[in-house]
């Protein structure tokens, strides 16, 4: 049986959440030997060059000066998500950074009533309630009430990744896929460039574990990744992306058990669980009603 666009949408944008859970690990384990804006320069370049070689055949660099504008906003909105939660992580755990980027999931369809006036379906802000709630059981520390700076600036990235998310739903149909993909990443990457030696001290000790999280996550956490993102939410509304997006802490949480054995509490797997059943709950909504 074939599969009808949509679904085929929402199979990318998990295999999106798949790919950035997934590559977690490496990434965390690099970080020692590399500072954060470094990396994602790198990273961002490598995925750029990919993406130009991919997308060739496309008239990547013929559009008007209104495109260019567009598109740096789209990479500016996720390079600034990256660069507040980098310096959020300065003082407050991992852990709690999770969870207050992942507060972008509640924060899209909250966005996209305001801005477009239109109100994601009641199943699906059913399945985004789930969904935030097994991202707190998964990653909201048990001991941590103090708000520090961090979780403000954690907070702003947030905003930043919902804003990311709805701007590049609604402006790729008019940019085109090849044109945002590549500059909404190209852009994204000249901003840590930029941003690296402003925020923070560069460094780069050249190690394996760093080119290895370099190249794969330019490949797959990047280059693969964002590509798939900007077709996906093509064929999707900004709400389910950001819903779907919510297995990313599901997906660290099951290759953490497997790569490197980390302990697997029953809160955790309850979260992992109330996250499945928010995304459910959402796909369940032909059920229960006709979807705009």
Same mark, same amino acid.
């Given at each position: 049986?074939?599969?009808?666009?949509?679904?085929?949408?929402?199979?990318?944008?998990?295999?999106?959440?798949?790919?950035?859970?997934?590559?977690?690990?490496?990434?965390?384990?690099?970080?020692?030997?590399i500072?954060?804006?470094?990396?994602?320069?790198?990273?961002?370049?490598?995925?750029?060059?990919?993406?130009?070689?991919?997308?060739?055949?496309?008239?990547?660099?013929?559009?008007?000066?209104?495109?260019?504008?567009?598109?740096?906003?789209?990479?500016?909105?996720?390079?600034?998500?990256?660069?507040?939660?980098?310096?959020?992580?300065?003082?407050? =755990? @991992?852990?709690?950074s *999770?969870?207050?980027? !992942?507060?972008?999931?509640?924060?899209?369809?909250? +966005? #996209?009533?305001?801005i /477009?006036?239109?109100?994601?379906?009641?199943?699906?802000?059913?399945?985004?309630?789930?969904?935030?709630g097994?991202?707190?059981?998964?990653?909201?520390p048990?001991?941590?009430?103090?708000i520090?700076?961090?979780?403000?600036?954690?907070?702003?990235?947030?905003?930043?990744?919902?804003?990311?998310?709805?701007?590049?739903?609604?402006?790729?149909?008019?940019?085109?896929?090849?044109r945002?993909?590549?500059?909404?990443?190209?852009?994204?990457?000249l901003?840590?460039?930029?941003?690296?030696?402003?925020?923070?001290?560069?460094?780069?000790?050249?190690? =394996? @574990?760093?080119?290895? *999280?370099?190249?794969? !996550?330019?490949?797959?956490?990047?280059?693969?990744? +964002? #590509?798939?993102?900007? /077709?996906?939410?093509?064929?999707?509304?900004?709400?389910?992306?950001?819903?779907?997006?919510?297995?990313?802490?599901?997906?660290?949480?099951?290759?953490s058990?497997?790569?490197?054995?980390?302990?697997?509490?029953?809160?955790?797997?309850?979260?992992?669980?109330?996250?499945?059943?928010?995304?459910?709950?959402?796909?369940?909504?032909?059920?229960?009603?006709?979807?705009?």
């Open positions: 049986m074939k599969l009808s666009i949509e679904a085929r949408a929402d199979l990318a944008l998990a295999g999106v959440a798949l790919l950035w859970g997934g590559t977690f690990v490496l990434v965390k384990a690099a970080l020692d030997d500072s954060s804006l470094v990396y994602l320069a790198l990273r961002f370049a490598l995925a750029a060059v990919l993406l130009l070689w991919y997308f060739r055949r496309a008239p990547i660099f013929r559009m008007p000066a209104k495109a260019y504008l567009i598109t740096a906003l789209v990479g500016g909105l996720l390079m600034t998500g990256y660069i507040l939660q980098t310096i959020g992580l300065k003082t407050i =755990t @991992p852990a709690k *999770a969870f207050l980027t !992942g507060l972008y999931i509640p924060l899209v369809p909250v +966005f #996209g009533a305001i /477009w006036r239109k109100l994601p379906l009641w199943q699906e802000i059913v399945g985004l309630v789930l969904a935030v097994g991202t707190a059981m998964i990653s909201w048990e001991q941590s009430a103090r520090a700076i961090g979780d403000w600036l954690t907070i702003a990235c947030a905003v930043a990744y919902a804003c990311h998310i709805l701007a590049l739903g609604h402006f790729t149909p008019n940019i085109g896929l090849a945002m993909t590549c500059w909404q990443i190209m852009f994204g990457g901003f840590a460039a930029i941003g690296s030696p402003i925020i923070e001290k560069p460094f780069w000790h050249v190690t =394996t @574990p760093t080119i290895a *999280a370099i190249v794969v !996550g330019g490949v797959f956490a990047t280059a693969i990744a +964002f #590509g798939l993102q900007t /077709w996906g939410q093509q064929h999707t509304s900004a709400s389910r992306a950001a819903l779907i997006f919510s297995l990313e802490p599901v997906f660290a949480w099951v290759v058990f497997l790569v490197i054995g980390e302990v697997l509490t029953l809160r955790t797997g309850f979260g992992a669980a109330l996250v499945l059943v928010g995304i459910l709950f959402a796909e369940l909504k032909p059920q229960f009603g006709k979807s705009d």
